[in-house]
């Protein structure tokens, strides 16, 4: 049984930082990418970040790049996002997703196939 669990949310102070991290388990994820959404009760989902478990390539949002690395450790079948410079918008529930497959351009949540239960981030102006 595949689970994803999700962990180091917190609140933050605008421009600081914070690194969440996605336990994998239940199966081998070497082709699969990983994926964070957020999204806040009572809106829509935002795509965050992707990785290729297999070659590392990653992909951002408009919104965090420059600002947030998402990576990803083999030994551990952990990823991580790397949150720096927060923002007040970045406030959020996190969500880690997983998707079987190579292509990381991949935005629409709709077509991952497994999620954790997701981690609060609060960041305060």
């Known amino acids: 049984q595949v689970q994803l669990v999700e962990s180091g949310g917190g609140l933050v102070q605008a421009g600081g930082s914070l690194r969440l991290s996605c336990a994998a388990s239940?199966?081998?994820?070497?082709?699969?990418?990983m994926g964070w959404f957020r999204q806040a009760p009572g809106k829509e989902s935002e795509f965050v970040a992707t990785?290729?478990?297999?070659?590392?390539?990653?992909y951002y949002s408009d919104s965090v790049k420059g600002r947030f690395t998402i990576s990803r450790d083999n030994a551990k079948n952990t990823v991580y996002l790397q949150m720096n410079s927060l923002k007040p918008e970045d406030t959020d529930v996190y969500y880690c997703e997983a998707r079987e497959g190579l292509e990381v351009a991949r935005v629409n949540r709709a077509e991952y196939d497994y999620w954790g239960q997701g981690t609060q981030v609060t960041v305060s102006s």
């Open positions: 990785i290729s478990w297999r070659v590392s390539i990653t």
């Open positions: 239940g199966r081998t994820f070497s082709n699969y990418v």
